[in-house]
Protein backbone atom coordinates (compact mmCIF):
# COMPACT_ATOMS: atom_id res chain seq x y z
CA UNK A 1 0.00 0.00 0.00
CA UNK A 2 1.94 3.17 -0.87
CA UNK A 3 2.28 6.11 1.74
CA UNK A 4 1.21 9.65 0.82
CA UNK A 5 3.92 11.57 1.90
CA UNK A 6 3.49 15.69 2.02
CA UNK A 7 5.81 17.60 -0.43
CA UNK A 8 7.90 20.72 0.91
CA UNK A 9 10.30 22.28 -1.10
CA UNK A 10 13.00 25.24 -1.09
CA UNK A 11 11.94 26.27 -3.91
CA UNK A 12 10.08 29.53 -3.03
CA UNK A 13 9.22 30.81 -6.85
CA UNK A 14 5.67 28.88 -7.12
CA UNK A 15 3.16 30.31 -9.84
CA UNK A 16 -0.32 28.93 -9.07
CA UNK A 17 -2.64 28.92 -12.21
CA UNK A 18 -5.06 26.17 -14.29
CA UNK A 19 -3.92 23.66 -16.23
CA UNK A 20 -5.70 24.29 -19.94
CA UNK A 21 -3.96 22.23 -21.86
CA UNK A 22 -1.99 19.11 -21.80
CA UNK A 23 0.05 17.24 -24.55
CA UNK A 24 0.71 13.76 -23.95
CA UNK A 25 2.94 11.65 -25.57
CA UNK A 26 4.70 8.09 -24.79
CA UNK A 27 7.15 9.27 -22.16
CA UNK A 28 6.66 12.64 -21.29
CA UNK A 29 3.52 15.18 -21.58
CA UNK A 30 3.55 19.09 -22.25
CA UNK A 31 1.52 21.03 -19.60
CA UNK A 32 -0.22 24.23 -20.32
CA UNK A 33 -0.45 26.21 -17.08
CA UNK A 34 -2.99 29.77 -17.09
CA UNK A 35 -1.00 31.93 -14.12
CA UNK A 36 -3.65 33.54 -11.85
CA UNK A 37 -3.94 37.16 -12.05
CA UNK A 38 -2.23 37.60 -15.09
CA UNK A 39 -3.79 35.18 -17.61
CA UNK A 40 -0.21 34.67 -18.46
CA UNK A 41 0.47 30.99 -19.45
CA UNK A 42 4.03 28.64 -18.62
CA UNK A 43 4.38 25.56 -20.15
CA UNK A 44 6.10 22.65 -18.66
CA UNK A 45 7.17 19.22 -19.69
CA UNK A 46 7.18 16.36 -17.11
CA UNK A 47 6.94 12.53 -17.17
CA UNK A 48 4.01 10.97 -18.02
CA UNK A 49 4.60 9.20 -14.63
CA UNK A 50 3.97 12.08 -13.23
CA UNK A 51 1.07 13.36 -14.76
CA UNK A 52 -0.77 9.90 -13.87
CA UNK A 53 0.74 10.71 -10.20
CA UNK A 54 -0.93 13.65 -9.88
CA UNK A 55 -4.08 12.58 -12.07
CA UNK A 56 -3.40 16.01 -13.99
CA UNK A 57 -6.54 16.81 -15.97
CA UNK A 58 -6.92 20.15 -17.42
CA UNK A 59 -8.98 22.35 -15.37
CA UNK A 60 -6.73 21.59 -12.26
CA UNK A 61 -5.52 24.31 -10.07
CA UNK A 62 -1.76 23.60 -9.78
CA UNK A 63 1.04 25.24 -9.30
CA UNK A 64 4.11 25.76 -11.17
CA UNK A 65 7.16 25.99 -8.93
CA UNK A 66 10.32 27.06 -10.96
CA UNK A 67 13.64 26.38 -9.09
CA UNK A 68 16.72 27.25 -11.64
CA UNK A 69 20.55 27.62 -10.49
CA UNK A 70 20.91 30.96 -12.44
CA UNK A 71 18.25 33.27 -14.44
CA UNK A 72 19.89 34.25 -18.08
CA UNK A 73 18.80 37.34 -19.47
CA UNK A 74 20.21 38.55 -23.03
CA UNK A 75 19.74 41.59 -25.06
CA UNK A 76 20.57 42.09 -28.72
Same mark, same amino acid.
Given at each position: ???????????????? +?? @???????????? @?????????????? @?????????????? +?????? @????????????
Amino acid at each position: MPVKLRRSLSARNRLK +GT @VTKIKKGLVVAG @VEVKLAGTGDRIYS @VITMDAVNELKLKV +GDEVAA @VVKATEVMISKD
